[in-house]
């Protein structure tokens, strides 16, 4: 995983991935598929954003873990560290100093009115930290440390970005104009439900993994809630209702109409359609996972590939903090600033 070198003129991408630990199929279609195809059109600069996880801090006792993970799944799935820059959030301070030259900028009032914070604010309420208050901007100074100018987002994520839009102009009013305004990248992601029929999320413990055994992955298809009216496999089936029909569509697509058919006709029953189901995740998972499995037995190599990731993005944002530091009036560092504009150039 050697560096490649990098057009300083190609438009710039920005996503952050939280670390989590082990990414599940709702994160791999909502997010990371798009991801990677990114990578032939843009310059792109993914995070693994560590220091988000701190605002809750049960989860940092296996922050490390969780980070090498991600990083497992995001390179196995297709993010290759030579055609973009894939580094942990921590491993480039800059963003901190950013985001608390930002902090002095934005008022209270835009962040205790973001939704998310008063949600996390009620799901926590014994831990209601800066961390969740001033999230947003870290947010956004993990962004506009690259002058990235476009984000990947779902059509849920917009509020969001539109308040690091809002900062960033507050910022280009009051020193010049010197960061883009983020535009979206809008994915048409699918809702993925799962077994329970919430939203997939690792919270309600209801995902399948992308890491999962053939095993795991065929047992929690096997919990998947069907069509609640069907009860015997006599009776024909509603596939319109059906998540597991619905996941055929990414996993199964060929065989989707005979699916459909054998449903409707009675000629399967949901136990049938699970199984199709399951072998179809990991016929399409196996390659992924035999990646993420040889990649697991080489953890050094992996962590080089993040290191090596994260000097390319200093090299950017210390030439970036520098002219913000120098714009609201602080004494650049200026022996730096020569040195990583003559790395730029």
């Known amino acids: 995983m050697s ?29 990371i598929k798009n991801f990677v195809a990114l990578q032939d059109r843009y310059q792109c600069i993914y995070s693994i954003v560590d220091l988000h996880s701190l605002t809750t801090l049960t989860e940092s006792e296996q922050l490390s873990n969780s ?7 995001l390179i196995a799935a297709g993010l290759d560290p030579n055609r973009c820059i894939l580094y942990v959030q921590s491993h480039v301070p800059e963003v901190s100093e950013l985001h608390l030259l930002l902090s ?5 009032g835009w962040l205790l009115r973001v939704p998310t914070f008063k949600e996390k604010a009620r799901a926590q309420p014994d831990n209601v930290n800066y961390g969740l208050v001033g999230y947003p901007v870290l947010q956004t100074a993990d962004i506009i440390l ?17 308040l690091a839009r809002e900062i960033v102009r507050r910022f280009n009013h009051h020193f010049g104009d010197m960061f883009p305004e983020p535009e979206p990248v809008l994915t048409e992601a699918p809702l993925l439900l799962g077994a329970d029929r919430r939203k997939m999320s690792k919270s309600y413990g209801n995902q399948i993994d992308l890491a999962a055994s053939e095993a795991e992955s065929l047992e929690r298809v096997r919990q998947f809630i069907t069509d609640p ?25 060929d065989e989707r109409p005979e699916v459909y058919r054998k449903c409707t006709q009675a000629e399967w029953g949901c136990v049938d359609c699970k199984l199709q189901l399951g072998n179809a ?65």
């Open 3 to 31: 560096e490649s070198s990098e057009s300083v003129a190609q438009e710039r991408v920005f996503a952050g991935i939280r670390a989590t630990g082990r990414q599940h199929i709702g994160n791999y279609f909502g997010a």
């Open 67 to 73: 980070v090498f993970e991600t990083a497992l799944d």
């Open 104 to 108: 002095m900028l934005v008022p209270n």
């Open 146 to 162: 690259y002058k990235a100018s476009r984000v990947p987002v779902g059509q849920d994520q917009l509020p969001h970005l539109e």
């Open 229 to 253: 009216q069907r009860e015997r496999k006599s009776d024909p089936g509603r596939p319109e209702i059906c998540n597991v029909y619905s996941l055929h569509a990414l996993f199964n697509a």
């Open 281 to 345: 995740i990991n016929d399409s998972l196996g390659p992924l996972r035999a990646r993420r499995a040889d990649l697991a037995t080489r953890p050094d190599e992996v962590w080089e590939a993040l290191a090596e990731g994260a000097e390319r993005a200093r090299v950017i944002a210390r030439s970036v903090l520098a002219e913000a530091q120098e714009r609201m009036g602080l004494p650049p560092a200026r022996s730096r600033v020569a040195k990583d504009a003559a790395a730029l150039s």
